[in-house]
């Protein structure tokens, strides 16, 4: 128990501080503002976002922060803590960094673009996700257009664990949003926002994601989940209850990195189209489970489980927002489980220390338990009474040491509210 606690106190909340501090050291002035939004965990509904299903993620209590203020010279500088050196461009070189398509590119002439896409291609990875925000923003308002917009420095610090499958993407670009949306009077609402952050990270970063991150991360709420038809973009407050009902929220994040720009969940994405396209339906979400049969004579066999993962983790959302409605979080514990096993078996992103995390999680109690997020790497989530957190957390770190596994991070998750202005 001793150990869980040193954890958790290592990553308890400082991000506002310290961006304030890194916005101090880059300008020798102080930030007119303080900009901070959360990480998420999801409680279930993996890959389902990019086939126009349903979600149900909450807010986490980690954020990342954004110290900001206006300049006069039409330049973007934006510093993080993760990186030793800022980043800085014109602000009207962002198109050209970050061309909305082909034909622009082409159009602005190989010459004339040559050196800035040669910085294009010198942008740390860290520094796409501010900068694709102020690009994505700009496409939203057309006055950007006549250049009535200031420059601006940002500095960031994150709480939120990099690489856990804890979006700190999406808390980077809700932070940035957030702070350029009141600095430049935008006047943006949190949906819009959220689309110009995972704008930002399909176009500028590269990484072929769906909208749930941002959408958790801007439209977050104490207490409760953030129910999200990825269709329609509606969004319902479903409240959790796990205070009242004594329940704790554990992560487990075996420390195995992933990032979502590769491999595995690109693959992911083009069976989920492949299946589309063979059932003749726009997305995966107009597919039932009684659909089945006919997908699993018109697919391969690994294009048909992609397919079933994502068809039975829709219908295990809607179930898991009316298990809590009819019944508190106790009656969710179940659900957990199968869309763990889900993932494992029919979609296969899980990894062994996920698995572990998972079983072992619930050989001591937990009412259920699966993977978080993207897969490849990152988190598990544990549904666990308040008081077995200590036993759950020495079973799970001693079978990852008998496993040869590296030490987890362990610390529990609150729902928590989104984005706002600190400072
Ligand atoms: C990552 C992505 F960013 C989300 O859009 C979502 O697809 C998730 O993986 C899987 O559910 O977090």
Known sequence: AAGDTTVAAAIAPSAVAAAGALFRELTGSEPAGV????????????????????????????????????????????????????????????????????????????????AVEEQASAVPEWAAYPLGVAWALRALVPAWAAGTFAGVDIAIASDVPVGAGLSSSAAIEGATSTALNELWGLGLDPVALAQAGRRAENEAVGAPTGIMDQMASMLGRSDAAVFLDCRSLETRSIPLGFAEAGLEVLVIDTGVKHAHSTGGYRARRESCERGAAALGVAALRDVTEADLP??????????????????????????????????????????????????????????????????????????????????????????????????????VRAAFATAGFAAPHLFTVTPSAGPRRDV
């Open 35 to 114: 900009w901070s939004a959360p990480g998420r965990a999801n409680l279930i509904g993996e890959h389902t976002d990019y086939n126009d299903g349903f979600v149900l993620p909450f807010a986490i209590q980690h954020r990342t922060a954004a110290a900001a203020r206006l300049r006069t010279d039409g330049r973007i500088r934006v510093a993080s803590t993760f990186a030793t050196e800022p980043v800085e461009v014109a602000l009207d070189d962002l198109e050209v960094l970050f061309p909305a398509d082909r034909t622009r590119r082409a159009a602005t002439g190989a010459a004339a673009t040559g």
């Open 294 to 395: 006919r997908a699993a004579e018109l697919l391969d066999d690994v294009d048909f489980r992609r397919v079933r993962h994502v068809v039975t983790e829709d219908q295990r959302v809607l179930d898991t927002v009316a298990a809590l409605a009819a019944h508190g979080p106790r009656a969710i514990g179940d659900l957990l489980v199968a869309s763990h096993a889900s993932m494992r078996d029919d979609f296969e992103i899980s990894i062994p220390e996920l698995d572990t995390a998972v079983d072992v999680a619930l050989a001591h109690g937990a009412l259920g338990a699966r993977m978080t997020g993207g897969g490849f790497g990152g988190a598990a989530i544990a549904l666990v009474e308040r008081d077995a957190v200590p036993e759950v957390s020495a079973a």
